[in-house]
């Protein structure tokens, strides 16, 4: 089974709940843990693995042939990305941190200037710790397109991915397109969220997204006693969700989050008996 677990919102507890969970659940299962979140990675801190490098992501980027080029600026044109800059009569200059790779420029080129070459746009990491096996994505600093390493990351889990019990997405926060890409294939996404109205609104974000993208989803309440959890309950009822388990503000759990550790709380163990 694949569950994502997701949260509008960053700081909710995605990565401690994300983690504890597979801690769980690997007691009696093999877990595949793949931390999605590559902007900012932090499940191998949590779980003290120290990962190993075991692959580049690269994108196609485009080389200018100056001897061919007519100085047209079509590619700057076409370009979505706004990576190729073009001076009127002047030869085009790419700004590679903005490019994703898509070939448009190369393929409208009128006299074949463009050619492909390759940039290195990240690292894909792997670690293990007992029944756990932590697969995680790192981006290089100002690239923009993060959700290149993660279907990247995808990519590469589809041909071990059968030989484990369960696999957890700890997807990034937002709604954006690395958001969705780690999402897509999920069995069901867990969203986890505070009792705010600002956790509220993150909430409704991710759970209208998970409702277009067809996949059933949860809730966690983190520092469920904080406030009044009738505005997420409402938000439940909306989108027939429901929230499976609460872990209260206490100071074990903040001590453990604030040292970078694993969690352990009963809602934990409700939450793999609730998948089960
Ligand atoms: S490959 Fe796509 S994103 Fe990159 S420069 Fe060409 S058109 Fe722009
Ligand atoms: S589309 Fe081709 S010919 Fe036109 S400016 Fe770009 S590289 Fe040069």
Sequence with gaps: MRIAITGGKGGTGKSTVATALAVKLSKENKVLLVDADVDCPNDDIILSINPKRIKDVETMIPRFDKTKCIKCGKCGQVCKENAIVQIRGKFPILVPEQCNGCNACKIICPVDAISEAKQKIGEIFIGKKGNITLVSGKIKPGVEESSLVVHAMKKYIKQTQKNYNWIIID??????????????????????????????????????????????????????????????????????????????????????????????????????????
């Design 171 to 276: 997807t990034a926060a937002g709604t954006h397109c690395p958001v969705i890409a780690a999402l897509l294939d999920a069995d069901l996404g867990i969203a986890v969220t505070e009792p705010t109205p600002l956790g509220n609104h993150d909430l409704t974000l991710i759970l209208e997204l998970m409702k277009q993208l067809e996949i059933k989803s949860k809730i966690v309440l983190n520092r469920s006693d904080i406030a009044d959890k009738k505005i997420i309950e409402k938000t439940a009822e909306r989108f027939k969700s429901e929230i499976i388990a609460e872990i209260p503000y206490n100071k074990k759990i903040q001590e453990a989050y604030s040292k970078g550790e694993v969690i352990k709380h009963k809602a934990i163990k409700k939450i793999a008996e609730f998948l089960k």
